[in-house]
């Protein structure tokens, strides 16, 4: 059953006044029930203190008491509620008066401190004190401290933007700070360290490509001596080829050189060196094809040649070229090639200077061939112009 504050409401509240107006005189009321019954009515006032309010709590009853204390730090008037239970109290009240508690405590609002007694050493002024004491949050004396924070310095002007401080966003900002300083100096140090890494790299890169150029020219100089040793070697193995292919070959079957065919012609025509019949036409060993003729033929053409008489002596026959053998043609096809020849075209002189011309002919170099023989043969030729 709740409890009944409004039959003795206006003594309540009369008494409670009274305890919290610091000019009276009155420091502690004490309220309990009427009988058994749920009524509050006030038990009693006074003016003496924790001292006095202890003396009148009874044993057997459970009591309100509201009193008013300085605090022993600060001076101020404290207030502090007491819930008293009796030890002769019946346990079914108590179970009832448990509930009346939070009743009570809204009825006598502004106690500082709430103490739940039981016993009389619950209630001793000291131990309350102590109580109070802790209960205030100081652990010094306000009259005693407060010259100690007096700032006797000459106080700067607040200007109107002034702003108090606050701690936790100071923390924040300075941390900022910080971390933005920590974050730009491992920035520098992440740049310095790519920058040497690079450099580390085309280092790395500049020394590889160093050495694979070393190596390559390396290679390309051993290539090219192996290239060289290979010719070398293939022409000396074709030298020795050759020379044993021509030492394999028997003499008849070798080819005459050009040159030794026309030095045979040279000691053949010497040895049958014939005077030409005909003035004016020149033949020389080097323009015949056949290598030898027959002294049958050369004793045929002449003997016709002294019979004829004079009148026929002013046209000159064409003689018609011998045969040459094919073998001697294809030999001499490089050394020179006779040209056809033509009809005469002026009157021979008589045969009486033709002979005389050809025995005032002296051999002044018996001795010389080939070559020296054309030589004197063209002079022999150009000064029978002349005559």
Same mark, same amino acid.
């Given at each position: ?70 605090? %022993? ?47 009389? @050493? ?31 310095? %000459? ?32 920035? #520098? ?31 390309? @100089? ?71 003729? %027959? #002294?049958?033929?050369?004793?045929? #053409? ?20 011998? %045969? ?22 002026? @009157? ?40």
């Amino acid at each position: 059953m709740a409890v009944n504050l409004s039959r003795n409401g206006p003594a309540l509240q009369d008494a409670y006044m009274r305890v919290v107006d610091e000019k009276s005189p009155t420091d502690w009321a004490l309220f309990t029930y009427e009988g058994n019954s749920n009524d509050i009515r006030v038990a009693g006032t006074g003016e003496g203190g924790l001292e006095e309010m202890a003396e009148e709590l009874n044993s057997g009853k459970v009591m309100y008491a509201f009193c008013r204390v300085k605090d %022993p730090n600060s001076g101020l008037p404290k207030f502090v509620l007491i819930n008293w239970t009796g030890e002769g109290v019946n346990d079914v009240r108590k179970g009832a008066c448990a509930n009346h508690v939070s009743t009570m405590a809204g009825f006598l609002k502004g106690a500082h401190v709430t103490i739940n007694a039981r016993a009389e @050493e619950d209630v001793e002024p000291e131990c309350i004190m102590q109580k109070v004491a802790r209960a205030s949050g100081a652990n010094y004396a306000f009259h005693k401290e407060s010259g100690r924070f007096q700032d006797t310095g %000459p106080q700067a002007p607040v200007g109107s933007v002034y702003q108090k401080t606050n701690a936790v966003s100071e923390i924040k900002r300075v941390g900022k700070d910080s971390f933005w300083a920590k974050a730009e100096k491992e920035e #520098e140090n992440r740049r310095l360290e790519e920058k040497r890494r690079a450099e580390e790299e085309r280092r790395r890169l500049e020394q590889e490509r160093r050495e694979r150029e070393l190596r390559e020219a390396a290679l390309r @100089e051993q290539r090219y001596q192996e290239q060289g040793e290979a010719a070398q070697r293939k022409f000396e193995q074709h030298e020795v080829a050759s020379r044993n292919r021509q030492e394999q070959e028997p003499a008849c079957q070798l080819p005459a050189h050009p040159r030794e065919i026309f030095k045979q012609k040279e000691r053949a025509m010497s040895t049958t060196s014939i005077p030409s019949p005909q003035p004016g036409k020149l033949r020389s060993p080097f323009l015949q094809k056949q290598l030898t003729q %027959p #002294e049958t033929s050369l004793s045929r #053409e002449s003997a016709p040649a002294a019979s004829r008489p004079a009148a026929d002596l002013h046209e000159e026959p064409v003689p018609s070229a011998p %045969p040459c053998p094919v073998q001697v043609e294809e030999e001499e096809e490089a050394v020179y090639e006779e040209p056809p020849e033509q009809e005469t075209l002026y @009157e021979e002189p008589p045969m009486v200077q033709l002979q005389e011309a050809s025995s005032a002919h002296v051999d002044h170099y018996p001795g010389l061939s080939g070559k020296g023989l054309c030589a004197r043969a063209l002079y022999d030729y150009q000064a029978g112009n002349v005559l």
